[in-house]
């Protein structure tokens, strides 16, 4: 189960925290009974709140025409065209790019609850927005279907896994971009869509989730670079993959 979950047990750089309330540890008390203290992440600027539980996905897939072996290809991407992250059956294909991640959930207890969950990317260096850019045109994660894998990954699977139009999680806007690579950290449980219930449904189905990185951020004005491009799975260093942070709760006894 650990090899198939890969995670990451991550050492904070940030001064010791503040000790835990009783109320915290109970919270984050499945975490540590399966698999072991884990420390907070240290994001720059943006510092988690408490610790947790840390999943890198078990796929994730740039979806474009022209896209890479997704099992090679250190990066994921996102832009859209004309104001929208996706286009219309007809439309240019090359307008338009998103990608997936995926996370196998079998790890966890059925009726295991969502405290706190947050998706931690990393930047790839020479970013070609601004932070005013990004605000115009944030980095968004919707829901999308499971089922997909980077190793039989095919474009014309595409359409099948478009990111949902309704369910967005949260999106998000760097404030500090720089030439580097920075952490963009995305609170799920921020909405408008409701998290909890979106990983809930996950458990009592397959218990794998899905999500999708998309934006409307348009190269066609910005130039090549200015897409949200960051590191996938595959990236050689673990330190900039991307997390799933969870905080849970296990079910309440008698249940």
Do not use: C
């Amino acid at each position: 189960m650990l090899a198939t979950l890969a995670l990451t047990l991550l050492v904070s750089r940030m001064p010791a925290a503040p000790a835990m309330t009783p109320d915290m540890a109970a919270k984050i008390a499945l975490a540590s009974q399966q698999y072991g203290e884990t420390k907070p992440v240290n994001t720059g600027a943006q510092q988690n709140s408490v610790r947790g539980l840390y999943l890198t996905p078990t796929d994730d897939v740039w979806v474009y025409a022209h896209a890479e072996d997704p099992q090679k290809d250190p990066f994921l991407r996102a832009w859209g065209n004309g104001g929208t992250f996706m286009g219309l059956p007809g439309d240019d294909p090359n307008a338009y790019s998103w990608s997936l991640l995926t996370w196998d959930l079998s790890g966890f207890p059925a009726g295991s609850k969502v405290v706190e969950a947050e998706l931690i990317l990393t930047a790839a260096p020479e970013s070609g927005y601004t932070a005013k850019d990004a605000g115009e045109a944030p980095l968004e994660v919707r829901a999308v279907k499971s089922g997909f894998n980077e190793k039989d990954w095919d474009y014309a699977s595409a359409t099948k896994y478009a990111p949902s139009a309704e369910v967005v999680f949260n999106r998000v806007s760097p404030a500090n971009v720089s030439d580097t690579e920075f952490p963009i950290v995305i609170d799920l449980l921020k909405g408008p869509a409701d998290f909890r219930n979106y990983f809930s449904d996950a458990m009592k189905k397959n218990k794998v989730m899905a999500l999708s990185l998309t934006s409307a951020i348009d190269p066609s004005k910005l130039g090549m670079k200015g897409v949200y491009k960051v590191y996938s799975k595959d990236a050689s260093d673990p330190m900039v993959r991307p997390r799933l942070r969870l905080v849970l709760e296990g079910p309440k006894k008698g249940k």
